[in-house]
T-cell receptor, first 115, second 109 residues
C-alpha cells in the first residue's frame, strides 16, 4: 500500500548527540515536509522540499538539517544545536511542485525524548 | 504570518450530539483544510474547501468558509465515540500551509 513511513517511532537521545529521523514515501509525491508538534500545540514547519536536491527552511529550522537526495526520502537530523528537541516529529508529503496546495499525507510520527 | 486560531480549545459532548469547531485566520488563502489526529498518531486529511467555495460536505462532516470574516467551521453531526480526537484547521497561502492550534474533541458515551 502507498504511504509514508517514519522511523523510529520512539527515540531517546543524550544531550550533545545528533539523531536522524527517517521518512520514506512511495506515493510518488514531489513535495515533502517536516513538522514539529509540542504537547497540546499545533504543527510548526521545520523544513520542506518541493523537488529532489532542493529544500527550504521553515519557521523553526535552527538546530535541524535535512537532505533530499532521492524523491522517496527526506531524512531529518536533529543536531546538538537544537536546545529543546523533545517533541513529536511528523513527516508529510503531497503532490508538487505545481500541485503543492492540496492535502498532506502524514506518517505516524517519531517521538524524540532527550535524556 | 497567517497563523490560525481555533475555538474552542477543548470540547466535550455526549454521543449523538453535534460538534462544531471554529477556525479564524489573518491573511488571504487559496484553500483551507481540516485534519484529524488521534492521540500519538499522524494527522489524517478530512476535507479541503477552496477560497471560492462557501460550504462543503463529506459524510457526517460539513465545512463552511467565510472569506469576508476570514473564518471557517467544521461541523460533525451525530457524533460517535470514535470521533474523539484533535481536529486542526490548516490555511494554505501562496507559499505555505499553516496549522491552527487544534480543538480537542471528546465524545462521551
Amino acid at each position: 500500500d502507498g504511504g509514508i513511513t517514519q522511523s523510529p517511532k520512539y527515540l531517546f537521545r543524550k544531550e550533545g548527540q545528533n539523531v536522524t529521523l527517517s521518512c520514506e514515501q512511495n506515493l510518488n509525491h514531489d513535495a515533502m515536509y517536516w513538522y514539529r508538534q509540542d504537547p497540546g500545540q499545533g504543527l510548526r514547519l521545520i523544513y520542506y522540499s518541493q523537488i529532489v536536491n532542493d529544500f527550504q527552511k521553515g519557521d523553526i529550522a535552527e538546530g535541524y538539517s535535512v537532505s533530499r537526495e532521492k524523491k522517496e526520502s527526506f531524512p531529518l537530523t536533529v543536531t546538538s544545536a537544537q536546545k529543546n528537541p523533545t517533541a513529536f516529529y511528523l513527516c508529510a508529503s503531497r503532490l508538487g511542485p505545481g500541485g503543492a496546495t492540496g492535502e498532506l499525507f502524514f506518517g505516524e510520527g517519531s517521538r524524540l525524548t532527550v535524556l | 504570518s497567517q497563523q490560525g486560531e481555533e475555538d474552542p480549545q477543548a470540547l466535550s459532548i455526549q454521543e449523538g450530539e453535534n460538534a462544531t469547531m471554529n477556525c479564524s485566520y489573518k491573511t488571504s488563502i487559496n484553500n483551507l483544510q481540516w485534519y484529524r489526529q488521534n492521540s500519538g498518531r499522524g494527522l489524517v486529511h478530512l476535507i479541503l474547501i477552496r477560497s471560492n467555495e462557501r460550504e462543503k460536505h463529506s459524510g457526517r462532516l460539513r465545512v463552511t468558509l467565510d472569506t469576508s470574516k476570514k473564518s471557517s467551521s467544521l461541523l460533525i453531526t451525530a457524533s460517535r465515540a470514535a470521533d474523539t480526537a484533535s481536529y486542526f484547521c490548516a490555511m494554505q497561502g501562496a507559499q505555505k500551509l499553516v496549522f491552527g492550534q487544534g480543538t480537542r474533541l471528546t465524545i462521551n458515551p
